[in-house]
């Protein structure tokens, strides 16, 4: 069955409050307004003080360079040293807290405790009511997860309340320690996990087999065979290899995912009816999905092959960064297919320079967006993992704050700041909020402010710079709304 982890605040000002969550999710603790356990008054919890990713039975705490750190079973984690400012605490990275069942964390005069359970709430069982808003107080128990009413299926073939040997599915190590209770048999422990994420050829040759095996046994399906030509390259959930259709020779990426996590069906489920949403999309600036399929905690997806390779290679061969009018041309390219996703309900949620891939004439190239919400489902359902909390801190310069604080309901406005973000970066090589070395990138989302376009690159045209910087304004109803509004802006700059 699965899990359902609680947060429970037995002393402080929010005693009595409960959070629980049946999916993977983040809880962020502090005196801000967009925390989701707020204590505005409390001069002995920090702004954001510490955060929380929960992936049940599972969940990782940080500290954000709190005044005073925040205590698990009585030890002491994080804090900024005296005298320093909430910036220069911030500005490192603190230790990640692996919690268990029974766990007690204290912040100021706050209380919480971690309890694990088999989940039994039901989305139609709840009272909307009783479901607490981000930052509000309420004196009530708070009794579904803190985003979504999710609803918790046992696992396929699983018996009700059945603990699966915590096993790894490739090496039979024991691996209890590694990963905590799941009820799954196909979790792979962590030396097995970097070995087939450093070579997934392995996952994808077995992928490979079992199609040719079923086109023996039922004629054609819906995946012909593939002949891999190289790898790509390598990424935290998997690897993109070059392929050739055998059929008619047509060249296409494969790319796999691999589950950090064990893989219940319910989830595989419901993360490959989402997949099944985004085959639908067919624009002139979108990379087509072409198929999909999974096997045990591997998932793979056939895409067009786009050899002009993407954006991010194009600004290392224009040394940095890209003149303002090609790069102007290619992020109007990118807003019309981004528009058109959004004008059928899908949010991209990682939108950044590796994403928007180029073809056509390489004296010309169109850019084509990528890999409409794969790595954000894979996210969300909690197949990566830790994430938040991991080390994928490649696509932290481009995610908006609301990103973090509202990790599960993406709206286009945040593709608008990521997409923002990434004609900033092509115009001037930086990021739009500074990331100090060693810095945590939780708290530079949280805290730092976008810096204004034309401080990074004085020569920009004002009015080009006017569009990036309000598409990029921290407060969500604030910068455009959608692809459509900042490409209407832009164009009317640009006098396109």
């Not at 696992?155 to 691996?175: E, T, V």
């Not at 290899?241 to 893989?263: C, E, F, N, Q, T």
């Amino acid at each position: 069955m699965s899990n359902e982890l609680t947060i429970s605040i037995v002393e402080g000002m929010m005693k009595g409050q409960k959070f629980s969550f049946a999916e993977h999710d983040i809880f962020i603790f502090g005196r801000a307004g967009d925390c989701h356990a707020c204590l505005p008054h409390d001069p002995k919890v920090s702004r954001h003080h510490f955060l929380m990713e929960v992936n049940p039975p599972n969940a990782v705490l940080r500290d954000l360079g709190s005044l005073n750190g925040t205590y698990v079973n009585g030890i002491k984690y994080g804090a900024r040293n005296p005298g320093e400012t909430p910036e220069q605490g911030g500005a490192r990275r603190y230790p990640e807290i692996s919690l268990r069942d029974g766990d007690s964390i204290r912040a100021g005069d706050t209380v919480l405790v971690v309890s694990s359970r088999p989940a039994t709430t039901r989305g139609s069982d709840v009272n909307p009511e009783s479901i607490k808003e981000p930052g509000k107080a309420d004196a009530q128990p708070v009794s579904a997860n803190w985003h979504e009413r999710g609803v918790a299926m046992p696992s396929l073939g699983k018996s009700p309340g059945a603990i699966q040997p915590q096993r790894c599915a490739r090496c039979g190590k024991n691996i209890a320690e590694e990963i905590g209770e799941r009820q799954a048999s196909e979790t792979l422990c962590d030396t097995c996990y970097q070995q087939l994420a450093g070579d997934p050829a392995k996952i994808l040759s077995k992928l490979l087999q079992m199609a040719r095996k079923e086109i023996d046994r039922k004629g054609p399906p819906s995946i012909p065979g593939y002949d891999i030509l190289k790898r790509l390259g390598v990424g935290g959930f998997g690897a993109v290899y070059l392929a050739r259709r055998s059929g008619d020779a047509h060249p296409v990426a494969i790319k796999i995912m691999l589950s950090r996590v064990a893989v219940d069906e319910t989830a595989r489920q419901r993360f490959l009816r989402e997949i099944n949403i985004l085959k639908t999309l067919r624009h002139p600036h979108i990379v087509p999905l072409l198929d999909h399929g999974s096997v045990g905690t591997a998932f793979y997806f056939i895409m067009d092959y786009c050899a002009g390779g993407s954006v991010g290679d194009l600004m290392r061969v224009h040394g940095g960064c890209i003149p303002v009018r090609e790069a102007t041309k290619l992020i109007l390219e990118a807003l019309d297919g981004l528009a058109y996703a959004h004008s059928k309900g899908i949010v991209h949620r990682d939108i950044k320079p590796a994403n928007i891939l180029l073809s056509g004439d390489a004296n010309s190239p169109l850019a084509m967006v990528a890999d409409f919400g794969l790595a954000r489902s894979f996210e969300k359902v909690g197949f990566s993992g830790m994430t938040m909390t991991g080390n994928y801190a490649g696509t932290f310069p481009f995610m908006p704050r609301e990103q973090v604080t509202d990790f599960k309901h993406s709206k286009p406005c945040s593709d608008v700041w990521s997409i923002a973000a990434t004609f900033y970066n092509m115009l001037t090589g930086f990021y739009p909020r500074d990331f100090p070395k060693g810095a945590d990138p939780m708290e530079v989302v949280l805290e730092a402010k976008p810096v204004p376009v034309r401080q990074r690159n004085a020569t920009l045209p004002s009015n080009i710079a006017d569009v990036i910087d309000h598409a990029l304004a921290d407060e969500a109803n604030v910068r455009f709304q959608t692809a459509t509004d900042f490409r209407d802006a832009l164009q009317n700059e640009v006098g396109v």
